[in-house]
């Protein structure tokens, strides 16, 4: 547009002045333009920004806008804390395995209801076994499972599984026979139990199925060869080769006066 005002023709001296005049105003009135032009053109490519910087930028101002948490919450879930066993607390007896915090430990029995009259008959086992530090046990049962650990969120599909799988499990009869010393796997404590047996291996047919649930957890199977029993004391220690001969057959020979 100034190159044609510059060139246009004309014979008029008020036009040829007037076009002078015009020549210095429309020229830098064009370069100022290009020249805001441009430098508006640089400045909008200044200005554009990367993907990641947009997003970066946004998370900037998030954390500028976001309240800070409470000294509460963020210690809650720390992974300092520890547990610390205090064997005092438990008579004495030394944990299996190491506590972790979210596992249970879990086995399955069979629970034994006892009564006043069973009630005295341990006491007086207890009595004999004195010298040995045995105490009675808080609850009989017959054990169907070793001790296992696990998560809490097993806890309900592992319990539905047996639910399932002994819902048409008839009732039978079991009979208690001999008295047995026996010893965890670790031989930290001692137990005196009760021998049980039954007609037809229901008790094995039992822990087959315990096994198949627990193995759908990849859980420990129950021992090759069980020796079911009811567990009836308990003392610290493996003191088999303390009991004589004779601390036993005064225990059997209690059992049959009952």
Known sequence: MCASIVDYPSSDSTEDENESSAEPVSRPTSNASESTESTNKRKSSNEIQSPVEIKRQKIKNIKKNLLPLPDSIQTMFKDDKRHDDDNSQHGGRIRSFQHVAGNWATYVYIPFPSDERFDDFVQELMTCLQDL??????????????????????????????????????????STANFKFYTNDERTRTFLSL?????????????CIVDESFQEFNLDKYYKNPSYHISIGWCLGDVLNKITDSKQSEIQLMYLDV
């Open 195 to 207: 021998q049980v047996s039954d007609l037809g291996e229901k008790l094995k047919q039992l822990t």
């Open 133 to 174: 530090k045995f105490e009675k046990m808080s609850d009989y049962h017959v054990s169907l499972s070793r001790t296992v650990t696990i998560r809490h969120h097993w806890i309900e599909s592992l319990t539905q599984s047996l639910k399932i799988k002994l819902m048409n499990f008839n009732r039978f009869i079991c």
